[in-house]
Nanobody
Framework: QVQLVESGGGLVQPGGSLSLSCVASGTIFRILTMGWYRQAPGKQRELVAVITRGGVANYTDSVKGRFTISRDNAKNTMYLHMNSLEPEDTAVYYC????????WGQGTQVTVSS
């Protein structure tokens, strides 16, 4: 069973930046389309960024131009670089396949606040 471990979250002021990492166990990672999801308090989990095994990326409108998803298949690792963060980006961030097929990890908390 592939396990997912997210890291890199924290507290940042509006306009700041953070970089998240997702490490997946097992070599199957490199053939999967992966995504970053987030869940804000009282809201449903939403998919914010997707990357194919070949590196083609897509984003939800609210993060376009601010977030960049990338992956290193050799390291079984996916990244999310977040710039110009807004309070509305506050959420727990998770990684999973797209559509989600793996057990969810614990996620990493991102809090944007002054």
């Amino acid at each position: 069973q592939v396990q997912l471990v997210e890291s890199g979250g924290g507290l940042v002021q509006p306009g700041g930046s953070l970089s998240l990492s997702c490490v997946a166990s097992g070599t199957i990672f490199r053939i999967l389309t992966m995504g970053w999801y987030r869940q804000a308090p009282g809201k449903q989990r939403e998919l914010v960024a997707v990357i194919t095994r070949g590196g083609v990326a897509n984003y939800t409108d609210s993060v376009k131009g601010r977030f960049t998803i990338s992956r290193d298949n050799a390291k079984n690792t996916m990244y999310l670089h977040m710039n110009s963060l807004e309070p509305e980006d506050t959420a727990v961030y998770y990684c999973n396949t797209v559509p989600e097929r793996l057990y969810w990890g614990q996620g990493t908390q991102v809090t944007v606040s002054s």
